[in-house]
């Protein structure tokens, strides 16, 4: 059975950060394209930052481009969304996403329909 599991959200103050992990179950991430969306109360979910498999390529929602940091660890067969600089327009459930066969390109042009498999989400709050 394939699962991803998110972990690693929660409360932070403004100018805090969090780091997110997106972990595998049941397949190897490495080959698979990884987004991470969010979405707020109210709000449409909206693509934040995707890592390629292979050679890595990532992109970035311009909201958080400087202030997120997406990676992988094939190792531990997971992918991280480190967020600095918090404010609390990033408060959203955050979900990462895989697909087999999504390429993430150099622009952040992303949708939810891109990708097929789906983590539970995390709450992330940030407090002004």
């Known amino acids: 059975q394939t699962q991803l599991v998110e972990s690693g959200g929660g409360l932070a103050q403004a100018g805090g950060s969090l780091r997110l992990s997106c972990a595998a179950s049941?397949?190897?991430?490495?080959?698979?394209?990884i987004g991470w969306f969010r979405q707020a109360p109210g709000k449409e979910r909206e693509g934040v930052s995707c890592i390629s498999s292979g050679m890595s390529l990532t992109n970035y929602a311009d909201s958080v481009k400087g202030r997120f940091t997406i990676s992988r660890d094939n190792v531990k067969n997971t992918v991280y969304l480190q967020m600095d600089s918090l404010t609390p327009e990033d408060s959203a459930v955050y979900y990462c996403?895989?697909?087999?066969?999504?390429?993430?390109?150099?622009?952040?042009?992303?949708?939810?329909?891109?990708?097929?498999?789906w983590g539970q989400g995390a709450q992330v709050t940030v407090s002004s």
């Open positions: 996403a895989a697909d087999l066969y999504y390429l993430c390109s150099a622009y952040n042009r992303m949708t939810p329909a891109d990708f097929k498999s």
């Open positions: 049941g397949f190897t991430l490495k080959n698979y394209a």
